[in-house]
């Protein structure tokens, strides 16, 4: 079993195989990934088995995503955007916002292994 070296694994090594009872085993079969994705291991045939976020895992061909850990251990990372005070052109910076938070949007983010959010913008 392979996992990412980034957050994500810290957060499955640290937090997820303790609370499932597993640290002990997956110290001794899982490899830490540091210069690659996981999902190109995992296609080279070097692990069965990877975890890493979907968003890393979906463009990799060779693999089949076989789904999300459990919602009980799932960590969810939201991913944010903002507009400088110096920006150079603010009406251009809240559509590029306002289009990635929009419905026309979603399927894209989607097929790249995100979940888009809906909220209203406040503008």
Known sequence: MAYSA???GTYLS???FPKLGIAEQ???TARKIYSER???VVARGDAELGFQQVSELMP???IDFIGEIPAEVQQTVLFSAGITSN???LDASRDLI???ASPKA???IQKAGLKPLLPPLPW
Do not use: D, N, R, W
């Open 14 to 16: 640290t937090e997820v």
């Open 98 to 100: 306002a289009y990635l």
């Open 38 to 40: 996981v999902g190109t």
């Open 26 to 28: 997956m110290s001794k």
């Open 87 to 89: 920006v150079s052109s």
């Open 106 to 108: 979603a399927p894209t």
């Open 6 to 8: 980034s957050a994500s």
């Open 60 to 62: 990799i061909p060779g």
